[in-house]
């Protein structure tokens, strides 16, 4: 069981660590809240989709969607525009030159984190492609061990960058930092969007 906890972290750390549309987004929450728990429905929204994916990727759904294009045609289909618009929202809501970002409601957030976690080719590829195949070679008590600990990571993390945002929220009295945080952010989701329908265009030659 060690070797399948110690796999797990090294797995999920490389995985989930590295800074995408996803931790971005997490992260501007954080900043730009006026206090941290106001960062919940990101930090919460973000962490259970992530569970979810482990949970179906170590269940074997990475293998019952591998033959399934025209599944992932929609998927992109759909994330394209939709990543789009979520671009557009957060590049508005990061204002003029001046002042700070306007912080997103409870309900733009989890609409925001649903789009970076679920309509996310990254994400899926990571989660059901990598974590999903990587659990095939344990059993049992194993398995469990493995998921649960990739899921630890993921909500630890999560939690650890919405409390980092909200220290940089602090200390930038400005709010240029969380302005421009949240105009990468939005670059980031855009990009992302072009990745999609890149990757759209290219399955359906």
């Not at 995985?15 to 728990?37: D, E, H, R």
């Not at 809501?93 to 679920?118: D, E, N, P, W």
């Not at 899926?124 to 990598?130: F, H, R, S, Y």
Request: charged fraction near 10%; include cysteine.
């Amino acid at each position: 069981m060690q070797e399948a906890i110690i796999h797990a972290l090294i797995l999920a750390a490389g995985l989930i660590l590295p800074l995408g549309a996803q931790n971005l987004f997490v992260f501007n929450q954080g900043a730009t809240q006026k206090n941290w728990a106001g960062s919940l429905p990101a930090v919460v929204t973000a962490a259970l989709c992530d569970t979810i994916l482990i949970v179906l990727a170590v269940g074997g759904l990475s293998l019952l969607l591998s033959d399934q294009s025209r599944v992932t045609q929609v998927i992109y289909a759909a994330g394209c525009l939709f990543l789009i618009y979520m671009a557009w929202t957060m590049w508005r809501a990061g204002g003029g030159s001046k002042g700070k970002q306007q912080a997103l409601t409870g309900r733009q957030q989890i609409l925001f984190a649903l789009s970076v976690s679920i309509l996310n080719p990254h994400a899926i590829l990571d989660i059901l492609g990598v974590i999903g195949t990587n659990s095939l070679q344990y059993e049992g008590t194993e398995r469990t061990a493995y998921t649960v600990v990739t899921i630890l990571v993921s909500w630890v993390w999560f939690i650890l960058l919405a409390t980092a945002g909200r220290i940089m929220g602090r200390w930038d009295q400005t709010g240029t930092l969380s302005r421009w945080l949240g105009k990468v952010s939005s670059l980031t989701m855009a990009g992302l969007a072009l990745y999609m329908l890149y990757s759209l265009v290219q399955s359906l030659q």
